[in-house]
């Protein structure tokens, strides 16, 4: 069965200090991967995605920037945090099967700016 | 672009009483929709899903029905428990497969 581990479950950060959150999924290979954000009571946003190792698509703007060093890993960061970085932050996967697929959610980092 | 509209962004009911939270959407391909359940403080689950016109699917007492011809795929329940209050999200999935389209929600809180 396919996991998806995101780190840290929270963070509480300084405004203008850095930030970085992880998500690994274990148990499937090549799988898409994404970033969304959602503020407190929120919509989710999409951020980023990832088809594969080394490839990020921006989705939009929010200066925060994404990685996939390894084919299970993804990484959110940036550095220099703003007020509005707040939320909760939601690292996914998907099969690569095109249009009857499914999007399984991590657990979260909840982020919060002061 | 892709587009999901849902118009209440609270609901209020009694416990056992019938729901339906509406979602209508808007894209220039073959629609897929979602809906997904997102309890306090976790993470969004999926519900059920659709591509199929006009035929309805059921998932723990939730059922929606794909209508291509109102853009709509509303969710429903005949009576709900205390334990469905939650955030609920209806999502379309884009032509590029790349990216999933979510609405603003809705809050269904439900009274004793």
């Known amino acids: 069965a396919q996991t998806i581990h995101q780190w840290p479950v929270a963070e509480i950060k300084a405004v203008g200090s850095p930030l970085s959150l992880g998500c690994t999924i274990k148990?499937?290979?090549?799988?898409?991967l994404y970033w969304y954000w959602q503020a407190t009571g929120g919509t989710l946003q999409q951020l980023f995605y990832?088809?594969?190792?080394?490839?990020v698509e921006s989705v939009v703007q929010l200066n925060l920037s994404a990685s996939r060093p390894k084919d299970d890993q993804f990484i959110l960061s940036t550095e220099k945090l703003l007020l509005s970085h707040s939320g909760f932050y939601l690292c996914a996967w998907s099969h690569h099967r095109g249009r009857n697929t499914e999007v399984f959610f991590g657990k979260g980092t909840r982020l919060t700016v002061v | 672009g892709d587009s999901v509209t849902q118009t209440e962004g609270l609901v209020t009911l009694t416990k056992g009483l019938p729901v339906m939270l509406n979602c209508t959407y808007q894209?220039?391909?073959?629609?897929?929709l979602f809906w997904y359940v997102q309890h306090l403080n976790e993470a969004p689950k999926l519900l059920l899903k659709?591509?199929?016109?006009?035929k309805r699917t059921e998932h723990q007492g939730f059922y929606a029905t794909l209508h291509k011809s109102s853009s709509s795929f509303h969710l429903q329940k005949s009576s709900v428990q205390l334990s469905d209050s939650a955030l609920y999200f209806c999502?379309?999935?884009?032509?590029?497969?790349?990216?999933?389209?979510f609405g603003a929600g809705t809050r269904l809180a439900v009274c004793p």
């Open positions: 148990g499937k290979s090549s799988p898409n």
């Open positions: 659709s591509s199929t016109d006009n």
């Open positions: 990832s088809i594969t190792v080394g490839q």
């Open positions: 894209t220039t391909y073959s629609p897929f």
């Open positions: 999502a379309l999935i884009s032509g590029s497969f790349n990216k999933l389209t």
